[in-house]
């Protein structure tokens, strides 16, 4: 059964799941319906859009705070967080990822599933986005003594005093730094969540315009599972968001990344406050850009491969690094990794030092060399296939009720274009790469393809620098001075009023 406003497209059982795949298309914006139809009682909703930023202002990350600030049918201040305490609800809760906004949720008491259907399409498609709200969970001035306004001026906000402390770790900057180099001219290439230097540039109206672009029915994808028949979503759907809206024409898709013709070097630091020894605290890390995470089998493959070189302390490659004399560890980094439309590998040391950079790089290549000439034992090669099926193949909730842990998987693929049918029903794809696993070649054939013969490839060195928190909080402060000198006294009462509100 479908509402006359979608059109069904397809149905395909899952048996493995114990569910029934279908996927419908709203007639009017071109809005995707994903549904897995199950007999359970604990239903799960998500709605997620494509986002591209281009800049690292953070704007995707933001909207997804201020979007649950009140909406047009509940104009509270967080409603998001009073169902949070009303509700039913077995998870509630928004993400933002490098390229896509969701917000999903699941109850297990159908009024309660409405009642919170209800709340969230409110405040995807018409949020309020009020100026206030943008000021708390963005960025705004305030005064180091908030009503004393000739105390130091301060940045505030919520977003950005979240990405302070997240750049705050080593890894995520290291992750974040390369993956900028990685993506040279992609969305990839800026922080989706923020740099607390480029936060503050962004303003209330570039907000609203990025919700107008990004947050369209012709741009979102609804996801469900669970009992409640689609036709009944689509319902909701329509009378709640859908009929208000017209098919917007859109290029949001991201593109392939340009290739690079060689393999780039680069090196970048980390704030280690209060050392007086950096040694043997740098990170090396070499990364590869692949291909689309679109291509399932190749992603197969891929993940095949990096478990095959790094699963274990066998693993020629994670072995290598194990005992290496250049570093302490494996960094946090290694492996496979489909977050971005297109699939990277990495691998690296830390505990090192930058002067070791050469001679990390040319053991990685020296194990490389050597799989591509010698070969895997077809034993490795079975394990880590086995582990790989089991991982495929156990949905387990992970943090999320079962249901939206499949959403999840689902999204994945649905949100660049592929066919989210294939996260979830793998056997197809396992059982050929089972076939192709029996050849001795492939591994080799592997390591050639996507890491020796791939140009694409970044040596990125990130070192300890024990002056680097003094200086940008330096500049901050030059920043906010500057600020502060053009500021009127109008300027200044209303920076003491808003700190009120």
């Given amino acids: 059964m479908t509402h006359s406003t979608f059109q069904h497209l397809r149905s395909y059982p899952v048996p493995a799941l114990r569910l029934e795949f279908q996927e419908y298309r709203h007639i009017v914006t071109g809005a995707r319906h994903l549904h897995l139809a199950a007999d359970d009682p604990h239903n799960a909703f998500m709605v997620a859009f494509l986002t591209v930023p ?65 709340v969230y399409l409110d405040a995807a498609f018409f949020p309020l986005l009020d100026e206030r709200d943008f000021a708390q969970e963005g960025h705004r001035l305030e005064f180091a003594t ?24 080593p890894v995520q900057r290291l992750g974040q730094a390369l993956q900028q180099r990685v993506f040279p001219t992609t969305t990839y290439h800026h922080n989706s969540g923020g740099d607390p230097e480029v936060i503050p540039n962004l303003t209330h109206s570039q907000l609203r ?19 409640i028949p689609a036709a009944e979503h689509q319902a909701h759907f329509q009378t709640k968001a859908l009929e208000n809206f017209q098919e917007l024409a859109l290029d949001l898709a991201i593109p392939d990344e340009r290739r690079y013709a060689s393999p780039i070097t680069d090196q970048v630091y980390y704030p280690l406050d209060g050392a007086e020894d950096c040694r043997d605290k ?13 291509d399932p089998m190749a992603s197969l493959r891929a993940r095949l491969l990096s478990d095959v070189l790094l699963d274990n302390s066998s693993s020629p490659l994670r072995h290598a690094l194990e005992t290496s004399e250049y570093g302490a560890a ?22 090192s030092n930058s002067e070791s950079a050469d001679a990390v790089e040319a053991l990685i290549f020296a194990v490389l060399k050597q799989v591509a000439t010698d070969g895997i034992a077809q034993e490795a090669v079975d394990s880590a296939l086995h582990q790989l099926e089991l991982s495929e193949r156990e949905i387990t909730g992970d943090g999320f009720p079962y249901g939206l842990r499949l959403l999840m998987e689902a999204l994945t693929p ?26 001795p070649g ?28 003094r200086t940008q909080a330096a500049a901050e402060r030059e920043r906010l001075a500057a600020i502060r000198r053009g500021l009127s006294d109008g300027d200044k009462t209303r920076i003491v009023q808003q700190a009120r509100i």
């Fill in 54 to 118: 281009q800049d690292s202002t953070g704007v995707a990350h933001i909207l997804e705070h201020t979007s649950l600030c009140g909406s047009r049918r509940y104009p509270v201040r967080d409603p998001f967080f009073m169902m949070i305490r009303r509700s039913l609800n077995t998870f509630m809760n928004a993400f933002t990822s490098s390229d896509w906004t969701a917000y999903p949720f699941a109850s297990q008491n159908k009024k309660d599933f409405n009642n919170l259907l209800d």
């Fill in 146 to 169: 908030p009503s004393d306004p000739d105390s130091e001026l301060v940045f505030k906000g919520v977003v950005f005093n979240e990405m302070k402390g997240a750049l705050s770790s």
């Fill in 209 to 227: 315009a990025f919700h107008a672009r990004h947050y369209h029915p012709s741009n979102a994808i609804f996801l469900t599972y669970g009992d």
């Fill in 282 to 294: 740098t990170h090396i890390v070499l990364s590869w850009l692949l291909g689309p995470i679109t």
């Fill in 330 to 351: 494996p960094s946090p980094l290694c492996g496979f990794d489909a977050s971005t439309r297109e699939a990277t590998f990495a691998c690296g040391l830390e505990g």
């Fill in 414 to 439: 649905a949100i660049h274009g592929g066919d989210p049918l294939s996260a979830l029903d793998s056997d197809p794809l396992l059982e050929q790469l089972r076939a192709e696993s029996r050849d």
């Fill in 442 to 469: 492939l591994i080799p054939q592997l390591v050639r393809q996507l890491l020796l013969d791939n140009p694409h490839r970044v040596r990125l060195v990130m070192a300890p620098d024990a002056e680097l928190s």
